[in-house]
């Protein structure tokens, strides 16, 4: 999995000749990707509540023990790569600004949502 420290917008690639993609970035509408979001509580019980749901309609197995002990925002962001959205659904949650917000619009989007995970052939 492909993690970072602040997610940016490519103003610009550069002519490379090696492979690897070099490009101008800009940060600044990430700037909250650098601090500790302390969200709050009531948002976090509420996307669990509705992802218990999720889960429960589609008869899946979550350990929930573990999943309480990871930070929120791991858990968002590993769902988005998971649960099948459509792209401009994942695109959204991916930009994002904060996590309160991440998590509010994905409780939207799965409470909305009847299509299970992917399976890991796809």
Not at 104 to 115: A, G, M, P, Q
Request: hydrophobic share 35%; glycine share 2%; proline share 5%.
């Amino acid at each position: 999995m492909l993690t970072g420290v602040c997610r940016y917008r490519i103003v610009q690639e550069l002519p490379h000749e090696d492979g690897y993609t070099i490009a101008r970035v800009d940060w600044s509408d990430f700037e909250h990707d650098y601090q500790d979001e302390s969200v709050e509580s009531p948002i976090i019980e509420h996307f669990k509540v509705t992802l218990r749901d999720y889960f429960d309609r589609h008869n899946m197995q979550v350990d929930w023990k573990v999943l309480d002990k990871l930070p929120i925002e791991q858990v968002v962001n590993n769902l988005i790569l998971i649960i099948n959205l459509d792209i401009d659904s994942k695109q959204r949650l991916l930009e994002s600004p904060t996590v309160s917000h991440r998590l509010e619009l994905f409780s939207n989007l799965i409470d909305r949502k009847v299509v299970p995970l992917r399976s890991p052939s796809q």
